[in-house]
Structure formats: C-alpha cells, structure tokens
C-alpha cells in the first residue's frame, strides 16, 4: 500500500469517524428531533452514490471511507425515523 492510498484511509477514517458522537448521542438520548431529515437523506444519497463511483474507479479509500460513512448516517438516519 503506497504512502497516498494510507493518507486516503486516514482521511477517510477521521470524517468518518465525525459521525460516531451523533450516532451515540442520539441512541443514548432516544431523540432525533433537532437532526433535519432532508439533510440526512440527501447525504446518504451522496454517500452511497460515492460508493458507486469508487467502485467504478477503483479506489479503495472511497469506498471504505464511504461505506463506514453510509453506515453512521444510515444509523442516524434511522434514529430520525424510530425517535424522530
């Protein structure tokens, strides 16, 4: 693995990681009510649609970046719909 492809990972990792504390917030708090749901859609459309276009390039930070990504909105996302 070259030097680029690491800085890739750790910078997907690191944006990734963001999420963690809304996830648990919200789980912990069992509300979601100050999360806007069209945000969370739209970003997970991005997201997975990021996952897509790794794929198709080849690019193996994309793609785990965003799928660790799809993963933590996806959650909150549905903590906006069960807690909402």
Known sequence: M???T???LLAGGLTTIAFLPQVLKTWKSKS???ISLGMFFTFCTGVFLWIIYGFCVNDLPVVVANIMTFIFASTILYFKFKYG
């Open 2 to 4: 070259n030097l680029i």
């Open 6 to 8: 690491v800085i890739g």
């Open 32 to 34: 979601a009510k100050d």
